[in-house]
């Protein structure tokens, strides 16, 4: 599947790595990163919008949808830096030194990464439906901890949760997008069909993109955080309520990565680009103005 007026290409971003990528529009370039269990497809509202007056770029992330699956090597082939990188290669790529950044899920833990290895490339950043990864970390405890078990078994070692998943992938990676929704309808079969079908493809890469999570980011995040370093450029935040259900303020935890923050608590499920994509353009187009 595509999105609709949008051209595809396949970019080179790094030795033997190539992003698969829609790009659509003209004007201010943004930059659009998928989350899990999905591809670039979940942007397809919001993409087609924001393309009437920017230059749209919408890739599936490395280990996703139609790019490249390296092996990984020491743990770091899937860490946020690595996945960075290939972002900012890719807007370099495309002539653009400077762009807007959307990441939603895995591809706002990318985003954030970048907005801290790339400060000078980044020019505003909009996270949805995630914290920082070491703050993730941090809140998770107790019976609360249960709603992302998924967190706990794909940092296990190599082996075990490629096993276990790839055995029975569609009901894996099918879970959450039932548990995680609020509106069955916002992904109609045929993109179901093709997550699906992405994620049973890609289940080494997957795991290893959230085994990084467990190791690598959390030290990048901790070296960070010692060093006092922050986001620079103004940060929106789109987020379901969980410092209700987990016991902590959210918009506290990301004051303190962002000092230049909007967060707005939203009513939608967690895949928001697709259940209320008005309420993420609404949000988005807020920031570009900042």
Not at 48 to 64: E, I, K, M, N
Request: charged share 20%; net charge negative.
């Amino acid at each position: 599947m595509q999105i609709s007026g949008f051209d595809y290409q396949r970019v080179t971003v790094a030795d033997g790595v190539a992003l698969n990528v829609a790009v659509g529009g003209s004007g201010s370039p943004v930059v659009l990163l998928h989350g899990f269990p999905q591809t670039h497809l979940m942007w397809r509202h919001v993409a087609a919008d924001l393309a009437g007056d920017h230059t749209v770029l919408c890739p599936d992330l490395r280990g996703y949808g139609d790019s490249d699956k390296p092996a990984d090597t020491a743990g770091q082939t899937y860490s946020k830096r690595t996945m960075a990188a290939d972002v900012v290669a890719l807007a370099r790529a495309f002539g653009h030194d400077r762009f807007a950044l959307a990441g939603h899920d895995r591809g706002a833990l990318v985003a954030i990464r970048a907005g801290l290895d790339h400060p000078d490339a980044v020019t505003h950043l909009a996270s949805l439906d995630v914290l920082p990864t070491l703050d993730m970390w941090e809140v998770l405890h107790g019976a609360n901890a249960a709603v992302a078990f998924h967190l706990y078994l794909m940092a296990q070692p190599p082996g075990l949760p490629e096993q276990l998943i790839g055995a029975s992938a569609d009901a894996f990676f099918g879970h959450f997008l039932d548990a995680w929704g609020t509106r069955p309808d916002a992904i109609p079969a045929d993109v179901r069909a093709a997550y699906l079908d992405a994620s049973r493809n890609a289940v080494t890469s997957i795991v290893a993109d959230y085994r990084a999570s467990a190791g690598i980011d959390v030290q990048h995040d901790t070296a960070d955080r010692g060093a006092g370093n922050r986001l620079r450029m103004p940060v929106t935040v789109l987020q379901q309520d969980w410092g209700a259900a987990l016991g902590y303020d959210a918009a506290a935890v990301w004051r303190a990565w962002a000092p230049d923050l909007d967060h707005r608590t939203v009513s939608s499920g967690h895949f928001m680009a697709e259940e209320s994509p008005a309420d993420v353009l609404k949000a988005l187009r807020d920031l570009l103005t900042r």
